[in-house]
């Protein structure tokens, strides 16, 4: 999968009303008032015109003022009184009309806050469950767009695009009541126009489905572009590679440009058109109207129209073309927000790829762990990462991982976490299958150390506290037990000569301090929880000699009890390992302890002979790992 197809892979037929359904459950009694409000609103803002046109056949061509519902005898005879009465019934109208608006949006707007509410924390929560590879695959910006942009785009559809449907859809539906109470074979006439008004917006409506998923998708890998690059600005600077990046912004930003003004294009046409037709039929019928009025009903026409009828008639005509105008606004916003719900969607769609939490409980009895002839390869690649590795690291045992660049040593501890699936054979603790136990044991169970040491935007404190599984507040660990993990990861000494100590603030993913410092506290999180397992993944690889020394002791108490993998380029951190497997092709080359590996002379003792210093052994490591 690429960025470009991270979305729009929903296998709903209708996302947008599947996603509604699925989290406005719960909320349906707000979307029910207001769709009530917003009817009975629209109704009423129709009554006006229709008591206006009543009004003049009473005062002026001496017809009765009747209204379905309302008594005669309320209805005052003389002209002056029933002119106060018809003010009167217009201004409590008004009120009416205006106060259950007022419902009908604050109902709308309640309704779509809470339902984003829980589409951006669910989806979130799905998207943080999904396996590791799919990150790998996807770039962060086009994720965060698909969680930020598309759920926005939601909010504008839920807020006004659908309280604007329904009230085009209440006004066509007033126009035709109230016109077909004026004059129905007028109303049947207007009425003749639905086909040739829906047949436009139909042809204009799925040209305009493929342009707004473009947009989405192009908006998607424009922020993908932008977070990418203010992610590695310092890279950027240090290349001065500004004028690159500047152009690759730049194209993205036409593409999005491009797309944005496609589908704008296709929707301006719909307004115009549907003005256009409704044009027509205004002209007709009031041509027709007065023609009936002044000479003799025309056509198929029978009965008598007055002006009192004509006038409102072609009032409501006249506001016929008002939603026909904004239809096209309405078709746009569906879309749009159907493009974002197939994203936001496609998110939870994506087969095998959610992490299951189901399995048993991991019973740790002394930590062994054991790859079983274990096959893996990146999905989507033809190489082969694993073809058939097996080791065991018995309990308490620490194994050493060594070997060059990409020969898939964090691959193998990815694969321990579960972090990639195996496509072949096992790897177990204990005798338990890592595939059958709860993802959530498994990984308390093992303490991971990543070349990253990533940290979080917090105190020294909270990031430390982090690791404490069973604590559900950072708060809550006593801050005797972060300190005990900051002594043996070496951080507590300069954490506690920083001037806010253990309060310091860390900075964005720990950009205030050093990459040696940042490694520190990423050990101290991972064994505050004290765990059976240990996995460091280059972990001192930022700690300068004299430093390693020291941790080196520290972690040598740590490690005693409990089954550890270190990985290092640096030999010296994994010299003291009980086993030291050099992984060369996807398998194990040579395996043993530190000085049965340089008695043996191989790989690991030319190594070993370069990192201390011994040139010569240089050359034989060039025809070991040059290119051909
Ligand atoms: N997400 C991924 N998708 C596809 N291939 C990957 C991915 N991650 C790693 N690889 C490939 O898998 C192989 C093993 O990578 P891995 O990161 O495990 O190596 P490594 O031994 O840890 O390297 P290093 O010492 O540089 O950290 C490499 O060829 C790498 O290109």
Known sequence: MTDETLGGMSDREYPLVGLVREFGASEIHHLVAAVLARTVSTFLSFADVFLIGLGIDALFNGREFAIPLLPSAWVPSEPLPLLAFITGLMFGLN????????????????????????????????????????????????????LNDDVNELDGFLNTVLSAAIWISMT???????????????????????????????WFSRRLEPLKDEVRTERGALNARLETNLSGIDVIKSFTAEEHERKRVEDASLDYFDARLGSRRRAVQQSPANRLIMGVWLVATLSLGIYWIVVEPPLFFSGTLTAGQLVPFLFYMERLTLPLKNLSGVIDGYKSAKASAKRIDGLTSIDGR???????????????????????????????????????????????????????????VKCLLRFHEVDDGRITIDGQDVRNVSLEDLRDAIGYVNQDAYLFDGTIRDNIAYGASDASDTSDVPDERIEAAAKTAGAHRFVTELPDGYETQVGDRGTSLSGGQRQRLAIARAIVDDPPILVFDEATSHVDNETELVLQEKLDELTEDRTTFIIAHRLSTVRGADEILVLEDGSIAERGTHERLVERDGTYATLWNVQVGNLDALSSLGEATTDD
Do not use: C
């Not at 990462?385 to 050493?400: K, L, Q, R």
């Open 172 to 202: 066509v539906v007033s126009a035709f009541v109230y016109m077909s109470a004026l004059n129905w074979q007028l109303a049947l006439l207007v009425l003749a126009s639905a086909p040739v008004v829906a047949g436009v917006n139909y």
């Open 354 to 412: 959610l992490e299951g939490d189901s399995g048993d409980e991991l019973v740790i009895d002394g930590g062994r762990v054991e790859f079983e002839n274990v096959e893996f390869g990146y999905p989507g690649t033809e190489q082969r990462v694993f073809d058939g590795i097996s080791f065991a690291a018995e309990s308490e045992e620490t194994i050493g991982l060594v070997g060059s660049t990409g020969a898939g040593k964090s691959t193998l």
């Open 95 to 146: 009120v009416l009309t205006n106060l259950t608006l007022f419902v009908a949006q604050y109902g709308f707007g309640v309704f779509t806050q809470r339902i984003l509410h829980q589409i951006r924390v669910a989806k979130f929560d799905t998207a943080q469950r999904l396996e590791l590879g799919f990150f790998e695959e996807n770039r962060t910006g086009n994720i965060i767009s698909v």
